[in-house]
T-cell receptor
Framework: AQKITQTQPGMFVQEKEAVTLDCTYDTSDQSYGLFWYKQPSSGEMIFLIYQGSYDEQNATEGRYSLNFQKARKSANLVISASQLGDSAMYFCAMRSAKTGANSKLTFGKGITLSVRP | EAGVTQFPSHSVIEKGQTVTLRCDPISGHDNLYWYRRVMGKEIKFLLHFVKESKQDESGMPNNRFLAERTGGTYSTLKVQPAELEDSGVYFC??????????????FGQGTRLTVV
């Protein structure tokens, strides 16, 4: 079974500063993928970034990067140069290769990020 | 191109009534997923269709929930009879059928169901 843990209840960051959102996971699988999604107040979940368990480099997508530490089973999202529009809930999720490339995602509880002007 | 659309956006029903949620996936997406988030908890997987077939329904909580995807296009999720603990936000997601782990799922805005 897989489990995603996001323990930060709420995060605040000053506009233009960087912020790290924590995610730890638990799995016995060797091959898996990690995802981060953003949910603004409008409700729609927006895909941000993906990291494969065998990827040697940390994933980056624009202002988003993933600090992947496989031995510690953590996949923290780093948002650089925060913008007011980054205020949202952020979900970490994982997918096991064992259940299939397009199989279900296992999510954490999410973290609320508020960006202060 | 239209994204994943869900109807209704909100529904308030009394305990014991029936509610049907609808999801229209992105055209051409064979994979369709239903998830649910109860307030303050994780987003939980309910089931996964590949075209019209149920690939994985391990997350369906009980037999009060019935999901269908006739013709492999839109999907419905019926709750009958609804109980108080069924309240939450029901998300639908779709993705193309690929062999790649990094295939993202596109989510709808969710249906907020309140059972009173």
């Amino acid at each position: 079974a897989q489990k995603i843990t996001q323990t930060q209840p709420g995060m605040f960051v000053q506009e233009k500063e960087a912020v790290t959102l924590d995610c730890t996971y638990d799995t016995s699988d060797q091959s898996y993928g990690l995802f981060w999604y953003k949910q603004p107040s409008s409700g729609e979940m927006i895909f941000l970034i993906y990291q494969g368990s065998y990827d040697e480099q940390n994933a980056t997508e624009g202002r988003y990067s993933l600090n992947f530490q496989k031995a510690r089973k953590s996949a923290n999202l780093v948002i650089s140069a925060s913008q007011l529009g980054d205020s949202a809930m952020y979900f970490c999720a994982m997918r096991s290769a064992k259940t299939g490339a397009n199989s279900k995602l296992t999510f954490g509880k999410g973290i609320t990020l508020s960006v202060r002007p | 191109e239209a994204g994943v659309t869900q109807f209704p956006s909100h529904s308030v029903i009394e305990k014991g009534q029936t509610v049907t949620l609808r999801c229209d996936p992105i055209s051409g997406h064979d994979n369709l997923y239903w998830y649910r988030r109860v307030m303050g908890k994780e987003i939980k997987f309910l089931l996964h269709f590949v075209k019209e077939s149920k690939q994985d329904e391990s997350g369906m909580p009980n037999n009060r929930f019935l999901a269908e995807r006739t013709g492999g296009t839109y999907s419905t999720l019926k709750v009958q009879p609804a109980e108080l603990e069924d309240s939450g936000v029901y998300f639908c997601a779709s993705s193309p059928r690929t062999g790649f782990m990094n295939t993202e799922a596109f989510f709808g805005q969710g249906t907020r169901l309140t059972v009173v």
